[in-house]
């Protein structure tokens, strides 16, 4: 029988399902996985910066309700001006206002102490049960601050322009977020192949993320793992790879694991997925937004020409038409963008205005006076072995 490994990073957001119900039969589903479960330390990131987001979000939002009674009954006390000119309806209003303001404070209390949504970072319960799950040679140890640069740099360079999946969706936090935060799912990825290589074991990889980077749509059928995904896993390390979502998860965990699994259940997890996959778009068209301008490729190309010659250097011929059909190719990939997000029925032209700035662009950079500088070549240092048994 084949080794079979479980990577997940959905037994991080097993403590922030909701509701109650739905929590509880993820982390029965995790357990009954048990020794077969593998969590990257790349999820293991960004779970608790999200974990910290969410502690602080629910606090908020009680901070809020309970700033808008103190606005209320401070406005009781200047009613009609203060100055004793309404006392009788002042006194009236009060004696509406302070009481309702005093039970909504004391409710909020309550609430907040009992909320099952409310994280104690010093002592949360539901992360002390999701620890005792993992040993800790099922937690993937910290790569080395080398090999995140270099695999953040072939994010970059290589898989981004190639669209070589998981992660080029995310391309477009790189101008506001750095690379790191892109090429988030790509360091998970490398996590997983590494894993895969030094026990030997095929994978299944449970994910929540639905983007076209994980998935490829199948019309009238379900959705299944990007074909470039299972070719690579299978040249990387010679196993075989699978991919689920957690409603997927939860529905075959009801026949073998033998885990009661409810439909209210699944609808529950189907409600959690559509919320998520709406933040996730109103994030997009957040980071997106202002973007789709030709200032942006001006901008990349004055990156690129900083970037690789410094402040003092100039390009040849060669290397400005290079930069020119880089910009062109910034600009399309912003157009394929908007198409991305709104729909393969959604179409961007090339309006005159951004035609218009690419070639005033291109008669820029070709009638300017640039001379070419000898540059002194150095050697690169040599790379890093890149040792397979360790992530």
Known sequence: MRRRSCSTPTCCS??????????????????????????PHQVGIEFHRNRREVAAGIGTAYETVRAAADALQ?????????????????TRVKELINPLVKAIVDGLDELEKDDPHRIDQSDDPVLAELETLLDDDQVGRAPRAKKVAKRARD??????????????????????????????????????????????????????????????????????????????????TGQRYYQLSTRELLRKADD?????????????????????????????????????????????????????????WNLSDSDRERLIAAASRGLSSQIHEVGHLFGSHYKVPLTPEMAEALRALRQQLTHADFIRHERSEQEPPPEEPDDEGTS
């Not at 401070?74 to 002042?90: A, H, M």
């Not at 937004?289 to 690789?308: F, I, K, P």
Request: glycine share 8%.
């Open 14 to 39: 097993a403590s922030t399902a909701s509701p109650l119900t739905l929590r509880a039969t993820r982390l029965k589903v995790l357990k009954a996985i048990g020794p077969r479960l593998f969590l």
């Open 74 to 90: 401070k406005s009781v006390k200047t009613f009609g001006g203060g100055e004793g000119r309404y006392d009788e309806t002042t």
């Open 155 to 236: 994010f970059e360079t290589v898989r981004v322009p190639l669209r070589l999946p998981p992660g080029f969706d995310d391309a477009h936090k790189i101008t506001g977020r750095g690379v790191s935060a892109a090429a988030g799912d790509y360091l998970l990825w490398c996590e997983v192949l590494a894993h895969a290589r030094k026990n030997g074991t095929d994978v299944v990889l449970i994910t929540d993320d639905a983007k076209t980077d994980w998935w490829q749509k199948v019309p009238g059928g379900r959705d299944v793992p990007h074909p470039l995904l299972v070719s690579e896993f299978q040249r990387e």
């Open 256 to 312: 073998a694991l033998a885990i009661s699994v409810t439909s209210q259940n699944l609808e529950e997890e189907d409600e959690l997925a559509a919320a998520v996959e709406a933040e996730r778009a109103l994030e997009r068209i957040t980071d997106f937004r202002g973007r789709l301008t030709v200032s942006a490729a001006a901008s990349a190309v004055e990156n690129d020409l900083l970037r690789t010659y410094g402040p003092s």
